[in-house]
């Protein structure tokens, strides 16, 4: 073997310097993604257009779109989606909307506001199991110190508790999920605004612009993007919500508190019907989707306007 063979076998490359070590990397993150989203994703696919027993998984019965004609036939389905729509708005607003007044007050000067910034955490850091389940202890119609209050108030709580009357179940709800979201979004635009460069501020305090004024020119489009992403996340975590309400009213009462998630559960576990409870899993996929989509548009368009 002459010596340039030599050398060459000596300084081989190896394969982690190769242009395959991207691919190798991301590996295991495929794998993952096949076994435990790719596949079941394509299992409910076909669950959705079969018939098919939660007591008899084993045996389908091919019914093609009847399942999704039926449940979109469904009146009580029609309320199920309003109640969705009422619960995501809520949610998306609420969480936001409060989460940016948290955020603003965070990011301005006063004493004790590293122990604020730690305590606006605890709804967001506490388990959603135990937020239901104080949440259900406060609403009690015998013990329950909202539902005392609600009466003191002149508001009234009927026998069962504010969590059985149809008109004030889903307001319970949506102030108990807005109170554990809103800190997650406090935070993450309490970074955004940080990231808001001082001498711009600084400029149009000089240049006579008030709070609102600099929060419109500066402020906005710097945090915007983010407020964009936030929405669109809290939307989706939103459609996909079951614990909470779940344990607090398990959709009821009368279905006013019943939401996809509710929905599908009860679909497929209470009426032991896997291919209607499919349908709707899609539903919400499809749901997801065109929410992810839209927001990228509105946000490709919001730079292209700035």
Same mark, same amino acid.
């Given at each position: 073997? *002459?010596?340039?063979?030599i050398?060459r @076998?000596?300084?081989? &490359?190896s394969?982690? %310097?190769?242009?395959?070590? =991207?691919y190798?990397?991301?590996? =295991? ?6 076994i435990f ?8 696919i ?6 098919t ?10 019914? @093609?779109?009847e ?12 309320? !199920?989606?309003?109640?969705t729509?009422?619960y995501?708005v ?13 955020a603003?007050?965070?990011n301005?000067?006063f =004493? /004790?506001? $590293?122990? #604020?910034?730690?305590?606006? !955490?605890?709804?967001? #850091? #506490?388990?959603?199991i ?13 013990y /329950? ?6 009466s %003191?108030?002149?508001?009234?709580? $009927?026998?069962? %508790?504010?969590?059985?009357? =149809?008109?004030?179940?889903l ?8 109170w ?6 406090a935070?993450?635009?309490?970074s ?8 711009l501020v600084?400029?149009a305090?000089?240049? /006579?612009?008030?709070?609102w004024w ?11 993007p983010?407020?964009g992403?936030?929405a ?5 975590? *939103?459609? &996909? ?5 779940w344990?607090?009213?398990?959709g @009821?009462?009368l279905? !006013? ?9 009860s ?7 896997? %291919?209607?409870?499919?349908?709707? $899993?899609?539903v ?6 065109i929410?992810?989509? /839209?927001g990228r ?6 730079? &292209?306007? *700035?």
């Amino acid at each position: 073997m *002459s010596q340039t063979g030599i050398r060459r @076998g000596r300084f081989r &490359r190896s394969p982690l %310097g190769s242009k395959w070590t =991207p691919y190798i990397f991301l590996v =295991p993150a495929m794998a993952y993604i096949t076994i435990f989203q790719l596949v079941p994703l394509l299992q409910e696919i076909y669950l959705s257009f079969t018939k098919t027993s939660l007591l008899n998984p084993g045996r389908n019965v091919w019914v @093609g779109f009847e399942n999704y004609i039926a449940t979109f036939q469904s009146e009580s389905f029609q309320q !199920t989606m309003l109640v969705t729509l009422v619960y995501v708005v809520v949610c998306v607003a609420g969480s936001v909307g409060i989460g940016l007044l948290v955020a603003l007050l965070l990011n301005s000067r006063f =004493p /004790g506001r $590293g122990i #604020a910034r730690a305590l606006v !955490t605890i709804p967001w #850091a #506490a388990p959603g199991i135990a937020v239901a389940v104080i949440a259900v202890w406060m609403l009690n119609a015998q013990y /329950g110190v909202l539902s005392r209050f609600l009466s %003191g108030l002149g508001v009234a709580v $009927g026998e069962g %508790g504010v969590l059985d009357d =149809p008109n004030l179940a889903l307001p319970a709800i949506l102030i108990t999920t807005v109170w554990q979201l809103f800190p997650f979004t406090a935070v993450v635009l309490l970074s955004a605004l940080q990231s808001v460069p001082d001498e711009l501020v600084e400029a149009a305090h000089v240049d /006579g612009a008030g709070r609102w004024w600099t929060f419109r020119v500066v402020t906005w489009p710097v945090i915007r993007p983010t407020i964009g992403l936030i929405a669109v996340l809290m939307a989706i975590w *939103s459609i &996909r919500r079951f614990e909470l309400i779940w344990l607090m009213t398990r959709g @009821g009462p009368l279905g !006013t508190t019943k939401t996809l998630v509710i929905d599908l559960y009860s679909q497929a576990f209470d009426s032991k019907q896997l %291919g209607t409870a499919a349908a709707i $899993g899609m539903v919400g996929i499809v749901i997801s989707l065109i929410i992810v989509v /839209g927001g990228r548009l509105v946000a490709n368009a919001a730079e &292209r306007n *700035s």
